[in-house]
Every structure is written in structure tokens, then in C-alpha cells.
């Protein structure tokens, strides 16, 4: 879940600092860098954004 939560908040936001800073990697973009960006298209983060529960 972590995975999936950085790379799509990557992906969606384009904030490598806003991600770190949730993952608490501190003010260091290095890893995000490395292992999430570019792994998802834009449109694909933003529609797992989207996802709502049933009867949500």
C-alpha cells in the first residue's frame, strides 16, 4: 500500500516534496526520485484518486 500510495501521489500531484514530506523521508526527494517517478501517466493517478466505496 505504501508503494502504490507514493508512486500514484507522484504520479497525480508532481510534488516529489509534498509526497516525501507524507511518507516521512523528511525533506529529501532522493528516493521518490529514484523508485516512483514515472512509473504512472498523469490520467492513470488522477482516476486512483478518484476511486470512491461503494455507496461512498
Do not use: C
Not at 28 to 54: C, F, N
Request: glycine share 10%.
Amino acid at each position: 500500500m505504501r508503494h502504490t500510495y507514493a508512486t500514484m501521489h507522484v504520479g497525480a500531484f508532481r510534488d516529489a516534496a509534498a509526497t516525501a514530506l507524507n511518507l516521512g523521508h523528511g525533506h529529501s526527494t532522493a528516493m521518490l526520485e529514484q523508485h516512483y517517478r514515472g512509473l504512472v501517466a498523469k490520467d492513470v493517478a488522477e482516476r486512483y484518486w478518484a476511486i470512491m466505496p461503494i455507496g461512498g
